[in-house]
């Protein structure tokens, strides 16, 4: 009995140790079909501080961004059919925020190819670095499972 204690002990002591070895890794997806592009610009940013935030605390963080519904045309390097003239500056300042996130976040950025579709959007079109993916919302799903917070982007 003593031995079956004292094995149970040290296993739980172990475990404890391997838990801590192993390090946390902060996982989110967030969703956009959003079409308000300052609100759009205001999550890229909020994003980007959320990243920042886990780093300077030494955590580690894993995002994905989902882009379908209204979302999807930012992705598209001519994005000048989103709006007028006038959001021309919002636009540039949203892909600007989209690469950063990209290439100093490792941020993934995945447009939904049924939305491309429905906006015309070719994937030669998309910025630098945004992948593809048959159908996000499956993405999501699939995200969820595998422990990722969802945080939707809709307005």
Request: glycine share 2%; aromatic share 8%.
């Amino acid at each position: 009995m003593f031995k079956t204690k004292l094995l149970i002990l040290v296993l739980l002591t172990l475990s404890s140790f391997a838990s801590e070895a192993t390090p946390k890794i902060n996982k989110a997806v967030f969703d956009c079909s959003a079409k308000e592009l300052s609100f759009i610009a205001s999550r890229l940013r909020l994003i980007e501080r959320t990243s920042q935030d886990f780093s300077t605390l030494k955590q580690k963080s894993d995002f994905v961004l989902t882009v379908h519904s209204h979302c999807t045309p930012i992705v598209s390097r001519d994005a000048a059919f989103l709006s007028p003239d006038k959001d021309a500056k919002l636009i540039a300042n949203i892909h600007k925020q989209l690469k950063k996130l990209i290439l100093e976040y490792n941020v993934e950025v995945r447009a939904c190819e049924i939305a491309l579709e429905a906006f015309g959007i070719e994937k030669e079109d998309l910025i630098e670095g945004v992948k593809t993916t048959s159908n996000s919302i499956m993405d999501v799903i699939q995200l969820q499972n595998d422990g990722y917070a969802l945080f939707p982007l809709i307005n």
